[in-house]
Every structure is written in structure tokens, then in C-alpha cells.
């Protein structure tokens, strides 16, 4: 069985689950903090750096196991991770505790989604930080674009007393933060995306967690027996889009993670470019436009944070998916244009045309 086969058969709703646990932004407690006294612009670059710093090298370099809920919108996903640092770097297990029966297990940059019911695996390599990490790349500009508010008051998730602190954005083309940190390992206990009028759109926290000397090795071990599944490694190669025509219009602080050229079936490719500020993340994909696709329209589509913009560019479908206002999704799309290379315009290509 192809990998193209096999995705097809997955439907929509893992591929939304994959998208949410990678993308993963969410949680903490919505009441009101005695806040400490604000620093100069200078203290407070350095102080939103240091500290989503020290979150990710907690997410790297600590031993916990737990089980923690996110919430998008209305819908509510639970899912319970193991993570072991060893002689050989990270080693983690995530499982999805809702919906169809999925693991991921992770051996630092590789990582095998386990499909039990077509005994398969899928295996990628990827670096992927998600919750409790928080970065996407070095993020070395988000002290220009962000500044961190932090609480002196303590509070209290799964059991643990922990710091808050929020990430105010210093424009419209980003959501807010308020962030939970464990007191003693800086551990990202919960998560909130917050909304221009400081609203909670979502939220991903953790509802047990034991760490240290509690987290074994044996807590790795997959649900099921694997030996004799199929192994399949989509086949992904370096896709760029500013030679094959493609204009992006890039928010201002945002930077390429990755252009990928990935399969959708057998005769049909999906480019792919992320891009991210550091935290937030957004993802552009193009695809030929087909005649026999009825009912696909350009549009938009909103759920708690994340916003999908679609349309259609010349003899392309573009669509831009993030964890980012609308308005900066639209921005980009809109502004996007297709200029085919010389010698390589082919009939129905209108430069920048859109419908």
C-alpha cells in the first residue's frame, strides 16, 4: 500500500489532530494577577527571549510523563505524553487519548505515527517542538515584536505551583500569551491564546504530570506489538517557491522554517512553506487546481486561533493556514502573486490573477 493510499484512508480528522498537536499553542488559569512593576523596552526584549529560553530547554532536557487537554475553540482534544532524555538525546511517546487510537514516538528528529487499525507506520523526520516546548526555530526576533508581563503571584496546575507571565504582541499580525511555568524546572505547565481584546481563544494544559526520578524508560514502550507492520516514509523533497514563481508576502517578523514538495496522490503534488516569528506559525500551500473539483471555493474558516484563508491564484489553489489573526492571513494571500519563469507560462496562468 502507497502512502498516498494510506492518507487517503486516515480522513480528515487525524489529519486535523496531527495539525493541532504539531502546531500545539494553548492554556492557563483566566483570573486576575498582581502584576510586577513593567521594565524599559531594552529589559523587556531580553526578558521575552530568557524565558522562552528556559521553557525550551526544559521541554528538551527534563524527564516527565502526564496527561494534558487542549482545547480549540469548542472542541477538546486530551492526548498523554512520556518524554526521556538518554544517552542517545530525546526520546518521547505521545498518544492520543481521543478519537481514533494514534501514537507518536519520537527518537530525537525522527518520529513514527503507529496506525493500528492498517497495522502501518509512518515515519518522518522532523523537529517539530510542541507542547510543553514553545519555540519554532531559534527565535532570535521575538524580542522586537513581543513584550513579557510576569505576575508576582503563584499559581497552581496539576499539582504544581508555577509563575505567570504574558507575552503581549507589539502589533496586529500576532496573537498574545499567558504562560504557566513550573517554579522549580520552568516546565510549561499551561498555555492560553489570547485574543486582541484578551479573550481566551485556546488552551492547552497539563491535568497530571509527574517528573524526574517518576518518568521511566518502560512508560515508552507503544500500546501495541509492531513487528511485522509496514513501514512507509513519504517521500518529501526541497520545494522553492520564489523560483517557481511564487511572490509571498511575508508578515513582518516572520521567518521561512521549511519549503516542501509533498505527495497528495499519485499524480498530484502539495508544496509546502512554513513559516513562524518564533512562536506563532503559519502554513502556505499550493496545489494545481483541478476541473473535477466541484465546490471548492475561495474563503475562510475560523477556530479559536487558528484561521484558514483560500484562493484561487491563476491554474492554483493557495491556502494559507495559522495560528494568526485573519486579517494577517488575508493580508498574505492577497498580496501574493505568481509570476511563472521565463518560458514556463502555460495557458490559464495569469500573472497574479486571482478568482
Not at 511517546?93 to 528528529?109: C, I, K, S, V, W
Not at 504562560?179 to 481563544?201: M, N, R, Y
Amino acid at each position: 500500500m502507497s502512502v498516498m493510499a494510506v492518507r487517503a484512508r486516515q480522513g480528515a480528522s487525524f489529519k486535523r489532530a496531527l495539525a493541532a498537536l504539531w502546531m500545539g499553542l494553548a492554556a492557563c488559569a483566566g483570573q486576575a494577577w498582581a502584576q510586577a512593576p513593567a521594565a524599559d523596552a531594552s529589559e523587556q526584549g531580553r526578558a521575552v527571549v530568557e524565558l522562552l529560553t528556559r521553557i525550551q530547554d526544559a521541554a528538551r532536557e527534563l524527564d516527565y510523563a502526564g496527561v494534558f487537554a487542549h482545547q480549540q475553540g469548542s472542541a477538546l482534544m486530551s492526548s498523554r505524553i512520556v518524554h526521556v532524555v538518554d544517552g542517545t538525546g530525546e526520546r518521547e511517546r505521545l498518544e492520543l487519548l481521543d478519537g481514533e487510537p494514534r501514537e507518536f514516538l519520537r527518537h530525537n528528529e525522527t518520529v513514527q505515527c503507529l496506525i493500528p487499525e492498517q497495522k502501518i507506520i509512518i515515519r518522518e523526520r522532523s523537529r517539530g517542538d510542541r507542547f510543553p516546548a514553545i519555540m519554532l526555530g531559534d527565535g532570535q526576533d521575538l524580542d522586537q515584536y513581543y513584550r513579557v508581563r510576569s505576575h508576582e503571584a503563584v499559581g497552581r496546575v496539576a499539582g504544581h505551583e508555577c509563575h505567570v507571565h504574558e507575552l503581549i504582541p507589539v502589533d496586529s499580525l500576532r496573537y498574545g500569551y499567558r504562560l504557566c511555568t513550573d517554579a522549580k524546572t520552568h516546565l510549561l505547565l499551561k498555555l492560553q491564546v489570547l485574543s486582541p481584546e484578551h479573550g481566551v481563544l485556546d488552551q492547552i494544559a497539563f491535568t497530571s504530570l509527574q517528573l524526574g526520578k517518576d518518568v521511566t524508560p518502560d512508560q515508552l514502550e507503544p500500546s501495541w506489538d509492531t513487528a511485522g507492520w509496514q513501514v512507509l516514509e513519504p517521500r518529501k523533497t526541497h520545494a522553492d517557491f520564489a523560483r517557481k514563481g511564487w511572490r509571498i508576502s511575508v508578515p513582518a517578523g516572520f521567518r521561512t522554517i521549511t519549503q516542501l514538495s509533498r505527495p497528495m496522490s499519485e499524480s498530484r503534488r502539495v508544496e509546502q512553506l512554513v513559516l513562524s516569528d518564533g512562536l506563532a506559525a503559519i502554513s502556505v500551500f499550493i496545489e494545481p487546481f483541478g476541473d473535477g473539483e466541484p465546490g471548492r471555493s475561495a474563503g475562510s474558516v475560523s477556530k479559536g486561533s487558528l484561521n484558514i484563508q483560500k484562493l484561487r491564484i491563476g491554474d492554483f489553489w493557495m491556502t494559507a493556514v495559522g495560528d494568526v489573526p485573519s486579517a494577517a492571513l488575508q493580508d498574505l494571500i492577497e498580496r501574493t502573486q505568481f509570476v511563472p519563469p521565463a518560458g514556463n507560462q502555460t495557458p490559464g496562468e495569469r500573472t497574479g490573477s486571482t478568482e
